[in-house]
């Protein structure tokens, strides 16, 4: 799971990634994938980058879920990106190690 304010987000086994309110254990928001969430979503400079298994990164606002923007590589995403020095770094099952502007 990744925070973000007063909030958990995590992907799930259910295609969804959920935002939870740690004060109250509401969900706040949920956005649907196409398959599975494996690897933990991560927060920068409020947007929430999360892959999925239908081969997607997705970056949504982490405060309401709102999609921005996919990026679709050629296999299933089960890792965590990561984001160093703005550029989100994440791995697919087609071998290959991307590197995305933030």
Not at 13 to 23: E, L, T
Not at 42 to 58: H, P, T
């Amino acid at each position: 799971p990744a925070h973000f304010e007063n909030t958990v987000i995590a992907g799930c086994a259910d295609n969804n990634i959920y935002s939870v309110d740690i004060r109250n254990g509401k969900s706040s928001w949920q956005y649907t994938t196409e398959h599975q969430v494996n690897g933990s979503p991560a927060v920068y400079k409020d947007m929430l980058y999360c892959g999925s298994v239908d081969g997607n990164l997705y970056c949504l606002d982490a405060k309401t879920g709102r999609f921005q923007w996919s990026f679709a590589t050629k296999g299933p995403i089960t890792s965590t990106p990561i984001i160093y020095d703005d550029v989100i770094y994440l791995s697919s099952f087609d071998h290959s190690i991307y590197a995305l502007p933030a």
